[in-house]
């Protein structure tokens, strides 16, 4: 009796900062996260205002890591059966456009006749990518709210939530790594790119 007294303020406490985590991300608009992935997805493209083949490539992961992949995020968040198709129809264009980003750079290094996957940024996009699109067909297959075939387990419930976590902030280290070898020596340029991902982060990913 006196260990399950102890073990309920736990519970309790436990319940209390999930139910806090709910209530901060519900509130949290989504309209600051999209524009910030896409305004900051078209600058890492043409930081000087050129745009070319290999533009599409930063425009793309940022846009898809961030714009589509962290509001999707939120809406899930919010809960309900409205919330949770508009969060796959956010996450399957996610997975669509950063397969166009992974095209183009693939691409552009074929037609420049170099080698592919050389960097740690590189590898660690490469792992975003089949996260997301491992989570995209768990997601279609397993959790469509109309016909998953397990969309009331909750090992796999828990493994997709926090699984989409994981790979979204993969695909933002990924990306941070992509846009700092790009502006190599503007210390400033590169605290203002990471900074809004940091404080986001706290929000949506954890």
């Known amino acids: 009796?006196?260990?399950?007294?102890?073990?309920?303020?736990?519970?309790?406490?436990?319940m209390g900062?999930?139910?806090a985590d709910r209530v901060s991300s519900r509130k949290m608009p989504v309209w600051p996260v999209?524009?910030?992935g896409v305004i900051a997805g078209l600058y890492a493209g043409a930081p000087?205002?050129?745009?070319?083949?290999?533009?599409?490539h930063p425009a793309a992961m940022t846009i898809s890591?961030?714009?589509?992949?962290?509001?999707?995020?939120?809406?899930?968040?919010?809960?309900?059966?409205?919330?949770?198709?508009?969060?796959?129809?956010?996450?399957?264009?996610?997975?669509?456009?950063?397969?166009?980003?992974?095209?183009?750079?693939?691409?552009?290094?074929?037609l420049l006749k170099k080698?592919?996957?050389t960097s740690w940024h590189a590898w660690i996009s490469v792992v975003a990518?089949?996260?997301?699109?491992?989570?995209?067909?768990?997601?279609?297959?397993?959790?469509?709210?109309?016909?998953?075939?397990?969309?009331?387990?909750?090992?796999?419930?828990?493994?997709?939530?926090?699984?989409?976590?994981?790979?979204?902030?993969?695909g933002w280290f990924a990306i941070v790594l992509g846009f700092n070898k790009m502006h190599a020596d503007e210390s400033v340029l590169k605290l203002l790119f990471a900074a809004p991902l940091a404080i986001a982060s706290c929000v949506i990913l954890l």
């Open 115 to 117: 080698p592919h996957l």
């Open 1 to 14: 009796a006196l260990q399950a007294g102890r073990q309920a303020p736990l519970a309790d406490r436990r």
């Open 129 to 170: 990518l089949v996260g997301y699109a491992a989570l995209f067909v768990v997601g279609l297959l397993g959790l469509h709210p109309d016909f998953g075939l397990r969309k009331t387990n909750k090992l796999v419930r828990y493994s997709h939530k926090y699984g989409g976590r994981v790979a979204t902030a993969i």
């Open 17 to 19: 900062l999930a139910a």
């Open 48 to 56: 000087r205002g050129s745009w070319s083949w290999f533009s599409y």
């Open 34 to 36: 999209a524009a910030y």
């Open 65 to 110: 890591f961030v714009a589509l992949g962290a509001s999707a995020t939120l809406v899930k968040k919010r809960g309900g059966y409205g919330n949770t198709k508009l969060h796959g129809a956010m996450m399957t264009a996610a997975v669509a456009l950063a397969a166009f980003g992974w095209y183009v750079i693939y691409s552009n290094k074929e």
